[in-house]
């Protein structure tokens, strides 16, 4: 795991694409039993290299239900974004993840974690890329229904304080969803 983190520390893949620079921000272990996926480290994260080290982070954690001591604990949580690299600002917030780092990291990572006895799939980007066609018409769709694809995989909407409209719209997410994720959270831990 080791020399794999490495590598991706060291990466340059799409480094032309980015005008930001580069500054690949994961952090896994080859014991971490619950796999975070979420979308590209914004620019806060991007700065401090220290993943969910933002507002989003705050609210990802009090969804789950823990601490930062133990959120950072690599052997309980691998956070591992669909981009590695903060992709730049566009019209209307951060641009996309760079699509090449899911494919080229995510299958090594996996592989090498053994203890894995969930995946969070935060935000439509993972969504999509995990669940392909099983993932429903829409992100609210595929969340709402978030029982259908359990046990490995747990789909949420991205924590950021800008979907603060879509929880209060979705009322059901905070009543149904919050409480069976901080149950599993809680068993798996």
């Known amino acids: 795991m080791k020399n794999l983190l490495l590598q991706i520390k060291n990466c340059r893949e799409c480094e032309k694409h980015l005008a930001n620079g580069v500054n690949p921000v994961i952090a896994a272990s080859s014991k971490s039993k619950i796999v975070i996926i979420g979308q590209a ?21 009090s969804w789950l239900g823990v601490e930062k001591d133990s959120f950072y604990d690599t052997e309980n949580f691998a956070l591992m974004p669909m981009g590695f690299c903060y992709p730049g600002t566009g019209k209307s917030g951060d641009l996309p ?29 993972s969504q999509n890329y995990y669940l392909k066609n099983n993932a429903k018409e829409s992100l609210t769709e595929t969340v709402r229904n978030f029982r259908n694809y359990k046990p490995k995989f747990f789909p949420l909407p991205h924590p950021s304080p800008r979907n603060n409209i879509w929880q209060a719209k979705n009322k059901w997410f905070d009543s149904e969803v919050i409480p069976e994720l901080q149950e599993v959270v809680r068993k798996i831990l």
Do not use: F
């Open 97 to 125: 993840p760079r699509p090449e780092c899911a494919p080229l990291w995510h299958n090594k990572l996996l592989t090498v974690m053994k203890d894995v006895k969930l995946i969070l799939l935060i935000g439509q980007y």
């Open 41 to 61: 480290p914004g620019r806060i994260v991007h700065t401090t290299g220290i993943p969910w080290n933002d507002k989003s982070g705050d609210n990802l954690r």
